[in-house]
């Protein structure tokens, strides 16, 4: 089973990524909630409350592209906890336009 995880920052500035090993819900959900965290990613609703698709959005615009280029073990991670946080083998994320799809 394929993983195609692509995230987009503007046209042209695109990342498609296939991570090598797969990581568990639970896990995926815990690591992508320590990027909100660490990354200083902002809630996108008044009410704060933050959904999964949310947090995969937030998550690759707080990083921007320059992490995603610099660090390709961080890029693959998030790519793996995408698909397993989403239940979903191909998504995109496109930051430059907030939505997320699978």
């Known amino acids: 089973m394929t993983i195609e995880v692509s995230v987009r920052f503007a046209p042209g500035r695109e ?3 296939s991570p090598k090993s797969t990581v568990g819900t639970e896990e995926a959900r815990r690591w992508l909630d320590e990027q909100f965290v ?3 990613a902002e809630p ?3 009410s704060g409350k933050v959904l999964i698709a949310d947090k995969v959005l937030a998550v690759a615009a707080a990083a921007g592209a320059a992490l995603f280029e610099g660090n390709p073990a961080w890029a693959e991670r998030y790519a793996a906890s995408v698909a397993a946080a989403l239940g979903r083998n191909v998504v995109r994320v496109e ?4 939505m997320v799809t699978y």
């Open 15 to 17: 990342f498609s990524l």
């Open 38 to 40: 660490a990354l200083g």
């Open 44 to 46: 996108m609703r008044a």
């Open 95 to 98: 930051t430059d336009t907030s």
